[in-house]
């Protein structure tokens, strides 16, 4: 219910703060999916799951709300329709926010795909009806998630700068800082996973330890 109401409404938004707060509700489903399956699963393997994809996601969402606030004070709105054209204007933000798309709809080689491989693995490993059920209703939704960040990515690439002023964006140091840190995370970790993936056993191991 979580990742079905929070995806639904977000496809229907025009701007891009709003999108991305219901966006990160449907993400939020995702997290609790592999604790539907605690019971009869690996509980090991279920936690290093979640702690995996919280673990990404904060990440990949940092560095996407750094883009936003960029575009943002350039565009004076956040209407999606203003980041027609960004391309043209802010290359390196338009490819960050791309890498940061790719990531939050489980493309590869961006590391939102081990992320939603994780969770997959942990809700069927459970095989149970629960497990197969919820694994169709992810996979479900993040087909929906899909529409509306690649939407993003053609409003980006391939539509027209609204107002023709094509002046480069000013970035402060600190956003610019979040968004190279975040993009080098989400493609390193990417093609090398297990990086997070060490981090998140060994933090299930620390709370097992210290239930």
Known sequence: L???VGNVIALRQTNIVR???????????????????????????????VITYALIYTVVNLGAFA???AVSRRTGTGEISSWGGL???APGLAVSMGAFLFSLGGIPPAVGWFAKFQVFT???????????????????????????YLN???????????????????????IGAVVAIAVLATIVVGV???????LASNATFALSAGG
């Open 2 to 4: 979580t990742m079905t």
């Open 152 to 174: 993003i990515m053609r409003v980006m690439f391939m539509d027209e700068v609204p107002d023709g002023d094509v002046t480069p964006v000013k970035i402060p140091v600190p």
């Open 122 to 148: 942990a809700v069927i490993s459970a095989n149970t009806p629960m497990g197969y059920v919820l694994a169709v209703v992810m996979a479900v939704n993040s087909v929906i998630a899909l529409g509306y």
């Open 67 to 69: 883009v936003i606030i």
């Open 19 to 49: 999108l991305f707060a219901y966006s990160s509700v449907a993400q939020a489903g995702f997290i609790l999916a592999p604790l539907a399956v605690a019971g009869v699963g690996d509980t090991s393997e279920v936690m290093t799951a």
């Open 192 to 198: 090398l996973p297990g990086i997070v993936s060490d």
């Open 87 to 89: 391309w043209n204007y």
